[in-house]
């Protein structure tokens, strides 16, 4: 008996050991987590317990590196040639980030399932179908293949790979202990993921289901109307009358099938069934110091870790200071001595589907030019933690993947099934070339010159020179099209409508040294109805772009806090436009308590989005509501069955303002005729009536901060390692666009002169590692609106007070 007793306690012993180390579905493996000896305890990180002088032997260097850390934990990297300052540069970003970009990485190759098991299983099938890593294989070739980025690729790898040798398992970053994997090898390829993932994000999305959807229902007059190709109100980028500096190719001609289809000629084929950014720059005449001042703050979703990880890099030929993404080397924003230079997104039309005539049921043959043309069939080998593995194949025409090749739950609902995808992530282009070049330029030509081998996602590239230049470049790769090509679902059986070629990169739309002083750009249209070519029908909203040149054109004797004050305006101009008139179509004699309240606090208001404001709270469920009831019984698809999209602010408004008796202020849906006056008094209600439930009577607690809730999530959305609820004010459509989850992921500004003075500050912290002082340490000042002064040293031995480490890597 005492036999049996001690071999069922021997097995109950082995079986606990076994089961809370080992991953059970969702739940971690505890007794490794919560070891002593190598769980997350180890993960903990004294604010004073880093080394301030030590010396790493590192195998793979060169030459000796030396680095400098300041009080944020920022790394000064001196090399003395390229090989070193990459490997140092990945070596340094995967001790503070290494999980963040293998994490990253995995959801751009389509990968998650290996980690997480099958609940990501649907997110990988779409990553793999989109073609994220068919076009990070084809980039990688054309970086491989030049010198220079082919030593920057592969350095950068060996040194993150430095840094993985040196981990044990007690050392992995917290988060491969609670999902229970280890790293793997860094290769050149997850940079090139890295870069396609960003494209996904930036240019992922297509509206051409959508408007095609709605021309088959409602035909060409209604669409031309309602989703007109430039708003009314708009302030482009490149000022319309700017001069054109070259001459322009003829544009492919309309295919007639599109000219009838648009003239109501032939009848539809029906097909089968918002990030932004601000940067802006004036010159010597407009500043203070007689130089350019620059700024950027590109508009990302917030998360910890950051997005971006602050680092100077110096060696011979190059001393730059910025930011960068956790895994890409060089730096994408930022400065030297004699430029500085940002970015915001383009959201020119880049996506175009294709609609298919396949020969049978097999779809292993589609008719194009006259002609069957075979298909190009992709296994996709996908490994599911605790399954088996699974197989998808993915077919690819001469245009591009078929997203969805059978009658399946999209995963973004505007991607058309059985149509092939035409993207400029699947071109090979060489964008670390681009930020090499960038990182050394000196002047205005040598910014050109970097831009020119910069092909997705599309950016607008704002530059500041010493030489007292400044220059916006809406950049990238821009097929040449007929005018509307792409803003409805292509016809895939004609050539008419393929790609034609590219606008020549020299006649982007661009300007320099405009007469007005000043260049920005809020990823508005990029140009004006004068432009000859055709980029894309929808921009973001005019209000922030407008909100900035009105400021900037009114300023005089600038300075970088002139600068840091804009990038935190929170006037909003749609409310400034929009709120008079809503009020006068309510009677505030006749309204209930709660709604004549909300009346009185939005007839004092002064339009600005400030964290204690209650006007927003009440303005934003107001209008956004309207809008619903204006539109959702025609576009949405419970009332229409159909995928649509809703006109756009810019329309909306103007029918608002201008069209009393429009035909779609009715709701179909109900026996009475509903009028705006009702619509207004409706969703005025509806604001009123959410809040209250909320928060009770009208009050502090419906100050704005309260109601948008900011918060920065974990990356992998893990409980308890973000922070929530920040006091901020701004909103979408505003100059400080923050939302709920979005905002200006990196705020800079840069003065330059005889020596550079730079400001910037960034959502978080340099360190990846929740247990560390480092890993959020800078949301309090971004969340207030200030920047910290940037540390930019111009030798490794140069003396200041915030230095406060020095570290030699060494072969």
């Known amino acids: 008996m005492k036999w049996i007793k001690a071999l069922l306690a021997t097995a109950l012993a082995l079986t606990l050991t076994w089961v809370l180390n080992t991953k059970q579905g969702d739940i971690p493996p505890f007794g490794k987590f919560l070891s002593p000896f190598g769980g997350f305890w180890r993960n903990a990180e004294a604010a004073n317990n880093f080394a301030a002088t030590q010396t790493l032997t590192i195998p793979g260097l060169q030459e000796p590196v030396q680095v400098r850390f300041d009080d944020k934990r920022v790394p000064h990297i001196f090399a003395r040639n390229d090989h070193d300052l990459y490997f140092a540069q990945g070596y340094l970003t995967a001790r503070d980030r290494l999980w963040q970009m293998d994490f990253v990485t995995h959801v751009a190759a389509g990968r998650l399932s290996e980690i997480v098991g099958p609940a990501r299983l649907e997110t990988d099938r779409f990553f793999r179908r989109m073609g994220l890593k068919f ?29 993985i040798a040196s981990l044990s398992p007690k050392d992995y970053p917290f988060e491969y202990k609670l999902l229970d994997y280890a790293p793997e090898p860094w290769e050149p390829i997850k940079c090139s993921l890295l870069l396609k993932y960003m494209a996904f994000d930036l240019s992922g999305r297509s509206d051409d289901l959508r408007l095609s959807n709605a021309l088959g229902k409602y035909g060409s007059a209604v669409v031309k109307d309602l989703f007109p190709d430039y708003p009314q109100r708009e302030d482009p980028i490149v000022p319309v009358g700017t001069p054109l500096d070259f001459k322009p190719l003829p544009a492919p001609p309309t295919p007639p099938a599109f000219t009838a289809a648009m003239s109501e000629k032939v009848p539809q084929r029906e097909p089968d069934p918002e990030l932004g950014s601000n940067n802006f720059a004036v010159d010597g005449k407009k500043s203070a110091s007689g130089f350019p001042i620059l700024a950027n703050d590109p508009h990302l979703q917030l998360n910890l870790p950051s997005i971006w990880y602050q680092v100077q890099l110096s060696a ?38 294709y609609q298919l005539k396949f020969k049978d049921a097999s779809q292993r043959e589609y008719w194009h030019d006259g002609r069957w043309k075979p298909v190009r069939r992709v296994v996709e080998h996908i490994v599911v933690r605790g399954q088996p593995d699974r197989y998808d194949t993915v077919l690819y025409t001469h245009h591009g993947p078929i997203v969805y090749d059978k009658d399946e739950k999209p995963f973004l609902t505007q991607t058309p099934i059985r149509h092939a995808m035409r993207w400029t992530a699947h071109d090979a282009d060489n964008e670390v070339l681009a930020f090499y070049k960038l990182n050394r330029a000196q002047n205005y030509q040598d910014y050109t010159t970097a831009l020119a081998s910069y092909g997705s996602p599309a950016q607008n590239f704002i530059f500041a020179s010493q030489q007292n230049d400044i220059a916006i470049w809406p950049n990238g790769r821009f097929p040449l099209k007929w005018r509307d090509q792409g803003k409805f679902i292509l016809d895939g059986t004609d050539p008419a409508y393929d790609w034609q070629g590219w606008i020549p990169q020299t006649q982007n739309p661009h300007v320099k040294n405009p007469a007005r002083g000043f260049v920005s750009s809020a990823n508005q249209f990029s ?8 980029l894309h029908w929808n921009y973001a909203s005019y209000e922030r772009g407008h909100r900035i040149n009105e400021r900037l054109a009114s300023m005089t004797r600038v300075t970088p806090d002139s600068l840091r004050l804009l990038q935190t305006d929170n006037l909003n101009l749609n409310a400034q436009l929009m709120l008079p008139r809503m009020l006068s179509l309510v009677q505030a004699a006749g309204l209930p308590e709660g709604a004549r309240r909300a009346y009185d606090e939005l007839s004092h208001w002064n339009y600005f989005y400030e964290a204690d404001a209650i006007g927003p709270s009440i303005f934003e469920l107001w209008y956004n509501n309207l809008v619903k009831r204006l539109w959702e019984d025609d576009f949405g698809l419970k009332a229409t069955g159909l995928e649509m999209r809703s006109p756009g602010r810019d329309r909306t408004n103007t029918l608002l303002l201008q069209e009393p008796n429009s035909r779609w202020i009715d709701d179909r849906r109900t026996p009475a005729k509903e009028t705006l006056e009702t619509l207004a008094l409706q969703s005025l209600q509806f604001a009123t009536d959410s809040l209250t439930r909320k928060f009770g009577p009208l009050g502090p607690e419906w100050r704005w901060a309260h109601q948008k809730s900011t918060d920065i999530l974990h990356l992998a959305q893990l409980v308890g390692f973000g922070r929530m609820d920040l006091n901020v004010g701004g909103g979408a459509g505003i100059v400080n666009a923050t939302s709920e989850r979005n905002g200006p992921s990196w705020r800079m500004v ?48 140069e003396k200041h007070p915030r230095l406060q480490a020095a570290w030699t890597l060494q072969q």
Do not use: C
């Open 135 to 163: 076009g990070a294989e084809k980039t990688l070739q054309t970086m491989m293949a030049d010198p220079t980025t082919r030593t920057v690729l592969t350095s950068y790898s060996d040194g993150v790979n430095a840094y």
């Open 527 to 534: 140009a004006g109805p004068d432009y000859p070519y055709y």
């Open 316 to 353: 011979p030929g190059v001393n730059v200071y910025g930011v960068t993404i956790p895994g890409a080397p060089t730096v994408i924003i930022g400065f030297n001595d004699q430029v500085a230079w940002g970015v915001t997104n383009v959201a020119a039309d880049v996506m175009d589907f």
């Open 750 to 797: 840069v003065a330059l002169g005889p020596r550079v003075q730079a400001y910037g500050v960034y959502p978080g912290g340099q360190s990846g590692n929740p247990g560390s002082a480092f890993y959020e340490n800078m949301i309090d000042t971004w969340s207030a609106g200030k920047l910290d002064e940037l540390v930019f040293l111009h030798s490794a031995d």
